[in-house]
């Protein structure tokens, strides 16, 4: 089960806590109810009826009009492909050197947006900035900085 708390206007948190042997984590993906809405990492492959029902508690899933990668890793986007899958019309997010190098050598076929550092996605009242940033985490890294609320979506940065 996942707790939701809306963090900003339109802008919400889910956090699920997994236990990794002695010592529970918690995984966060952000959701922005906009006229486009976005999903900001999936969580694991395993999480996805999880988090994506944490996500029907907000809004309709088949609204999704963006799934956003901080990077490629387990924990990020493990579940992009299912939930991409259950909102067809929409497009994957991710850095411009993530998107080349790591959907090449998986079977995805769906539409990718990829960004490189200081784009922009207008949502409608959000506007999203891309920062690259693989000196904080991973060399495909980018943390999201909501310009309207002023909210930093820094994926593993804080762990």
């Not at 918690?26 to 999880?50: C, K, M, W």
């Not at 508690?57 to 991409?84: S, T």
């Not at 997010?93 to 990829?114: D, M, T």
Request: overall charge negative.
């Amino acid at each position: 089960m996942a707790q939701i708390t809306e963090i900003a206007d339109g802008i919400y948190r889910i956090c699920s806590v997994h236990a990794s042997q002695q010592v529970p984590l918690s995984f966060n993906q952000f959701l922005i109810v906009d006229e486009r809405p976005a999903l900001i990492h999936t969580g694991y492959y395993e999480s996805y009826e999880t988090v994506r029902a944490a996500v029907a508690e907000v809004i309709d899933p088949k609204r999704l009009a963006y799934v956003a990668l901080g990077h490629f890793e387990a924990d990020e986007c493990g579940g992009m492909d299912r939930f991409l899958a259950d909102a067809p019309g929409s497009v994957l997010v991710a850095s411009e050197l993530g998107a080349s190098v790591n959907l090449a050598h998986w079977n995805y076929k769906g539409a990718v947006k990829a960004v490189r550092d200081g784009d922009v996605l207008d949502l409608g009242r959000h506007r999203l900035r891309f920062l690259e940033t693989p000196h904080v985490h991973h060399w495909d890294s980018l943390m999201i900085f909501d310009e309207t609320t002023r909210s930093l979506f820094p994926a593993d940065l804080f762990i």
